[in-house]
């Protein structure tokens, strides 16, 4: 299982955050360089992570687009990792239809932000 953050150049805590509360494997894009609009998630990706702070609109817009399309949850934050552990840990009923079963459900503490 892999989570992929997209944006941010100090994402040291957001990784450890997920390594260690949610076991998964992480993958960082910093969204610096124009190629990335154009890259494929990984195989394995189960959620994505953007921080919103530092990507570009043509960039969040594609990412929203990609996840959207593959079925993949998505957690919009700031450079805030107190706001990704509030939205990881809050439980809301109203969208659980969205959330992927095998990261969601199994750990029952995913769901879907904007």
Not at 14 to 30: D, M, N, P, Y
Request: aromatic share 8%.
């Amino acid at each position: 299982m892999t989570v992929l953050i997209v944006g941010g150049d100090y994402v040291t805590s957001f990784k450890h955050l997920v390594s260690t509360q949610h076991g998964a494997r992480v993958e960082h894009w910093s969204g610096r360089k124009k190629g990335f609009t154009k890259r494929s998630f990984p195989n394995e990706t189960e959620l994505v992570v953007l921080v919103c702070d530092y990507v570009s609109h043509s960039l969040a817009n594609s990412v929203k687009e990609k996840a959207s399309r593959n079925g993949i949850p998505l957690v919009f934050c700031h450079r805030s990792v107190n706001e990704l552990k509030h939205k990881l840990l809050n439980k809301q009923e109203s969208d659980i239809e969205g959330c992927c079963s095998s990261f969601c459900k199994a750990r029952d503490s995913m769901r879907r932000f904007h």
